[in-house]
Nanobody, 122 residues
Framework: QLQLVESGGGLVQPGGSLRLSCAAS????????IGWFRQAPGKEREGVSC????????YYADSVKGRFTISRDNAKNTVYLQMNSLKPEDTAVYYC???????????????WGQGTQVTVSS
C-alpha cells in the first residue's frame, strides 16, 4: 500500500514562493506517476501538475505553467512542487496522488494524501 504525506503549505504573500513535498512510504515511488491537485473552497478539484514514473515526463495546467515546477527525488521517495510567483487564486488545499499514469481517471482511483493548505494573501 502506497502512503503519501504532503507538507510545505502555509501562508505566503502574493509573488512569494513555496515548495510542497509529497513523501511516500510503503512502496517505492520509482514506477508511480505522481500528480498534484488542488481544491479551493466552493470549487471543484483541479489537476495542477504531474510527473510520470517511467521517464519523468511532466505536465502542467495552463494556470500554473511557467510558475510551478514538479520534480522527483527517487532516492528520497519524494516528489516536490516548487511554486513561484504565487497569486491569491492559487489558494487551495493541495493534494498529491500516486497512480500508474497521469491520466485524471487513473489518478482518481490511485493513492491520495491528506492535503496541505496553501494560502496566498497580503
Amino acid at each position: 500500500q502506497l502512503q503519501l504525506v504532503e507538507s510545505g503549505g502555509g501562508l505566503v504573500q502574493p509573488g512569494g514562493s513555496l515548495r510542497l513535498s509529497c513523501a511516500a512510504s510503503g512502496r517505492t515511488l520509482d514506477y508511480y506517476a505522481i500528480g498534484w491537485f488542488r481544491q479551493a473552497p466552493g470549487k471543484e478539484r483541479e489537476g495542477v501538475s504531474c510527473i510520470t514514473g517511467s521517464d519523468g515526463s511532466t505536465y502542467y495546467a495552463d494556470s500554473v505553467k511557467g510558475r510551478f515546477t514538479i520534480s522527483r527525488d527517487n532516492a528520497k521517495n519524494t516528489v516536490y512542487l516548487q511554486m513561484n510567483s504565487l497569486k491569491p487564486e492559487d489558494t487551495a488545499v493541495y493534494y498529491c496522488a500516486g497512480a500508474s499514469d497521469c491520466t485524471i481517471a487513473t489518478m482518481e482511483r490511485g493513492y491520495w494524501g491528506q492535503g496541505t493548505q496553501v494560502t496566498v494573501s497580503s
